[in-house]
């Protein structure tokens, strides 16, 4: 049976992934996701599973290539100057095809920055994780709940499609307390995994994880199979939520915690006669693009909100197609935004009616 206990949301990951069979946690302490190794480091020990903080992030994320290559459910985590360091890492993982799990507490930046929440990855985790042609599963939790859930399904979808999946937070989801249902525990992953490095016995083949391909046409033939992969993960995997979009006129795009805060916004909106929705991408990639289009047709406008100075909203003008205004609602460098702040660009918008 499932249970239900008070946690925070950098340690549902951690509890989630344990459950969902990750028995390798391979990361370094950095700020505000320094709980997911701590909680890793008390309970990794008392399950037979193995933690490792490594003497960098380079070395977790290389880490987390060897464990991964041989098909066990691996884990590391870090906050965004961390992410930095891991790209490179990244980039091998994807072009071997190997699944594994990254989690991002996001903080502000650029550089070291803050240590307070920020959504300022959004570019890195869906356009630039690391160098040449490769895409990652990204999943953006909006509560502790989803810390838990959608890290139990990064899992399971980098394993359906032998890719890297983020989990893309920040600090303020990573650190607040909420009531979490936890799944019970699932210590093997129902996929079968024959391209795994796990000893041939005299069996088999051997399995050769291996990124450098030094002839062209490989190589290329390669990338194109790869990307015919993304276009089903694209098919099959996009997922979001549409909130009070029945008869909205001003539709708010916004992921985590912004989503959250344009929710109160909005009933607040509702209550002075203006009609607005929210459409919240699960996933930031693959981006769900159909809906935002579908809403173009019908909207007068949108609003990007984001703790960024503006990386979701390009997103939200290609999906829309350019058909209705896409205006900006931010706050950056760690600062969290109001439902009155919304409310204001929502009133302001309201007024426009539609023109930039």
């Not at 983020?166 to 093997?188: C, N």
């Not at 001003?250 to 607005?276: D, L, P, Y």
């Not at 760690?334 to 929502?346: A, Q």
Request: aromatic share 6%; net charge neutral.
């Amino acid at each position: 049976m499932s249970e239900k206990v008070l946690m925070k949301g950098n340690e549902a990951i951690a509890e989630a992934a344990i459950r969902s069979g990750c028995r390798y946690y391979l990361g370094y302490p950095i700020t505000p996701q320094t709980e997911v190794a701590a909680y890793m480091a008390k309970r990794m020990p008392k399950i037979g599973g193995t933690f490792l903080q490594a003497e960098s992030e380079i070395s977790a994320v290389n880490m987390v290539y060897g464990v991964a290559s041989t098909g066990k459910r691996c884990m590391t985590s870090s906050s965004s100057p961390g992410i930095s360091l891991k790209c490179e890492g990244l980039s091998y993982l994807a072009a071997c095809d190997l699944p594994s799990v990254i989690v991002n507490v996001q903080r502000g930046g650029p550089g070291l920055g803050g240590i307070q929440p920020s959504q300022s990855d959004y570019f890195q985790a869906t356009k630039g994780s690391g160098h040449g042609d490769f895409r990652m599963i990204v999943l953006a939790p909006s509560s502790v709940q989803e810390m838990a859930d959608l890290t139990s399904l990064a899992f399971d979808l980098a394993d359906k499609h032998r890719m890297p999946s983020m989990i893309l937070a920040d600090g303020t989801i990573g650190q607040m307390m909420e009531p979490v249902e936890l799944a019970e525990d699932m210590h093997e992953t129902k996929y079968e995994k024959p391209w795994a490095c796990t000893g041939t016995q005299l069996k088999r083949e051997h399995n050769i994880i291996n990124s450098l391909i030094l002839k062209p046409e490989i190589l290329e033939q390669l990338n194109l199979e790869r990307y015919e992969k993304y276009k089903i993960v694209e098919r099959e995997e996009t997922r979001f939520e549409e909130f009070m979009m029945d008869d909205a006129e001003i539709c708010i795009v916004a992921f985590g915690i912004a989503s959250r805060v344009a929710k109160s916004a909005i009933m607040e909106a509702r209550k002075q006669g203006v009609k607005v929705g929210l459409i919240r991408p699960i996933t930031l990639w693959p981006f769900p693009e159909a809906p935002i289009r579908a809403a173009a047709d019908r909207v007068k406008s949108f609003i990007s909100v984001e703790l960024s100075m503006g990386q979701l909203i390009y997103d939200v003008r290609l999906a829309s197609q350019c058909k209705k205004p896409v205006h900006l609602c931010n706050r950056v460098g760690g600062m969290i935004t109001s439902p009155d702040y919304v409310l204001n660009k929502i009133m302001e918008v309201n007024g426009l009616g539609g023109a930039l």
